[in-house]
């Protein structure tokens, strides 16, 4: 009974080494057919392209418009909770097409653009007005406007920057029992 106990370790100790020797030699031959593919390509002098790249092509001028901004931060200081603060940020279209705003997104609910929704041809100005309402906001604020337009590059961004102070708690009605 031993015997055979110890006879069917052995074979099955012996089967697990055949298999993994099998599978050690079969992933060297891999790493070796793969080592040997790319000293192949490196030979020929080819770069090597992701199956996933996408194609780019340069952007013709002729067709872009170019924003020109006097500035691209507007600084409104240090303001109360609630207060709203507007801001126009003027450009002009420096490029070579009419420059359309495709798009204009806020980094938050707080913050709301407006824009020059016609074409702007080039040499002429448009405008981008952003709103921040401060309520329920406190501490240093940077809302961003994200603006997608026919540009090179295609998004630019726009800021305004300050400090909200907050509520003083109390200072409309008293807070806690009243004692009498």
């Known amino acids: 009974m031993n015997a055979k106990l110890m006879s069917a370790a052995a074979f099955a100790l012996m ?14 031959a891999k790493i070796q057919a793969l080592e040997e593919k790319i000293a192949q390509l490196e030979s020929k002098g080819s770069s ?3 199956v996933n790249a996408q194609s ?14 006097p500035e691209m931060e ?3 200081g240090t303001i109360n909770e609630g207060q709203i603060v507007e801001h126009t ?8 097409a009419p420059l359309v705003i495709s798009n204009i997104t806020a980094s938050c609910g707080c913050t709301s653009p407006d824009w020059t929704k016609t074409p702007v041809k080039p040499g002429e ?11 329920a906001k406190s501490g240093a604020q940077a809302p961003t406007v994200t603006i997608q337009a026919n540009t090179n590059p295609t998004v630019t961004r726009l800021r305004l920057k300050g400090t909200v102070t907050p509520k003083i708690a109390g200072a409309s009605a008293p807070v806690g029992p009243v004692k009498r």
């Open 48 to 50: 090597i392209t992701p």
């Open 56 to 69: 780019t092509q340069a952007a013709d001028p002729s067709t872009l418009g170019s924003f020109e901004f």
């Open 89 to 96: 940020f003027n450009f002009t279209n420096n490029g070579e």
């Open 125 to 135: 100005e448009g405008f981008v007005k952003v709103v921040f309402n401060s309520t």
């Open 15 to 28: 089967l697990a080494l055949g298999t993994s020797c099998s599978q050690k030699s079969d992933q060297e």
């Open 74 to 76: 507007y600084e409104f």
